[in-house]
């Protein structure tokens, strides 16, 4: 198997229709890993409190901001998410000439949580991650498995007005602030000689490599890439089909033309084999304030198969039960050393009933066609009434404290009555 996984979009006006900035990630990962749906409220933290991550404990700060998350369920951080000011972030792994097999340390998707959590902008998050990096590094396995499967990581973070490319190599990086179009990152390194941020130390290291020579204009993907692996090579493919997906929509992106080219399986974005789609999300904020963002997520493997369901930040939101897997505390095998000698059952109440309609859909034609095409139904009415929402804001709150949760019962009842 050589993985290769996950891409990662965002739209800004003038390419969305209407003030709207549009962000979408499919999650490729191991075929029999469980991805959730979370949600945590915001909270107040003690001064010496500490905070465990998957693999390392870190400081923990005064004040964490509230997040939904998609991740999988084995680790503490997630793969894409959002936090209640909108800010956004995915993330995507990337191999380039600095070895990605050191120590535990934070993984990229602890990172895309600690951001979420920490930043109030897409700006912020990026110092955020790239403080991070500098304390505690990255590092360790990313897979439930003892084959000890690792990669650095890439990050495309939005908020209200602009987004942020963020890629690094080790503790060392480079970042990209993107103002309006598209941009989509997949799984190599992307950023060139555009860098509005970066490590002081970047163009230092990679000159005592003998990467660069320190005279000629410093190209960050050159320097600190692989251009000719396998690896790199299947991205690029991916990349180049997402941009084109994106392109062929330039100023008509809209939520539901995300979800299409998050379907996309002739690209390979929407992947299927050993490593493919666990999780996808769909996120549109508003660049005025006043009014909410909506965050789409599936829970369940393969879009094409897959409703994409809205959640909506407000006061006394509740926690997401249906797609909050089994939790093992202090007995699961990933923290116990040596790691990962056995594998608990992590499918939640949504994943164990589409993982039974996915194989019908399998099996048998017409039935799974009907299938299909009451999920697309349910889909879109809940898109339907979201836009009030998206154009007119919200007046009763309390009305959308269980807006995911009643959502995931809608689609369990279209597959109850399949």
Not at 4 to 18: I, R
Not at 69 to 84: D, I, Q, T, V, Y
Not at 127 to 145: H, K, N, P, T
Not at 208 to 224: H, L, M, R
Request: proline residues 5%; hydrophobic residues 35%.
């Amino acid at each position: 198997m050589d993985p290769s996984s996950c891409d990662t979009f965002v739209a800004l006006p003038p390419s969305t229709e209407g003030q709207h900035i549009i962000f979408g990630k499919n999650s490729d990962r191991p075929c029999d890993e469980v991805q959730e749906v979370v949600y945590f409220a915001a909270r107040d933290h003690d001064p010496d409190e500490k905070l465990e991550c998957t693999y390392i404990e870190i400081e923990q700060v005064a004040h964490t901001y509230a997040v939904v998350l998609s991740r999988p369920a084995w680790l503490w951080g997630a793969e894409m998410g959002a936090n209640e000011h909108q800010v956004c972030i995915g993330n995507e792994a990337v191999w380039g000439r600095e070895s990605a097999d050191g120590e535990e340390a934070l993984l990229g998707m602890d990172l895309v949580r600690l951001g979420l959590e920490r930043a109030d902008t897409a700006e912020k998050a990026v110092d955020v991650i790239a403080d991070l990096l500098g304390r505690y590094g990255q590092g360790g396995s990313c897979m439930e498995d003892e084959c000890g499967f690792t990669y650095h990581n890439s990050f495309l973070v939005s908020d209200r007005k602009e987004a942020w490319v963020l890629e690094t190599s080790g503790k060392y990086w480079a970042a990209e602030k993107v103002e309006g179009g598209y941009r989509n990152i997949s799984n190599q390194y992307g950023i060139t000689t555009k860098i509005d941020k970066e490590h002081p130390e970047m163009r230092a290291y990679a000159q005592s490599k003998g990467w660069w020579d320190g005279k000629t204009e410093f190209n960050f993907a050159a320097v600190y890439s692989y251009l000719t692996t396998a690896r790199i090579e299947s991205a690029g493919s991916r990349y180049c089909d997402g941009k084109k997906l994106l392109e062929k929509r330039n100023g008509h992106i809209t939520a539901e033309a995300m979800m299409d080219i998050l379907r996309d399986k002739d690209s390979g974005i929407n992947m299927e084999g050993m490593f493919m789609t666990t999780g996808s999300m769909v996120s549109v904020i508003p660049t005025d304030p006043a009014l909410p963002g909506v965050h789409y997520f599936t829970a369940t493997p393969d879009p094409e198969r897959s409703v994409f369901k809205p959640f909506i930040f407000v006061k006394n939101a509740r926690l997401l039960k249906d797609t909050t897997s089994p939790s093992f505390g202090s007995e699961d095998p990933v923290k116990k050393k040596p790691r990962f000698q056995s594998k608990p059952d992590r499918k939640h109440p949504l994943f164990v009933k589409h993982e039974l309609i996915a194989a019908i859909i399998e099996s048998y034609k017409d039935r799974g066609q009907k299938i299909t095409e009451g999920m697309r139904q349910l889909e879109k009415e809940m898109m339907k009434e979201m836009e009030k929402f998206l154009e007119q804001g919200i007046e009763e709150p309390d009305l959308l404290v269980n807006l995911f949760s009643s959502s995931v019962q809608k689609e369990l009842s279209v597959y109850n009555k399949s």
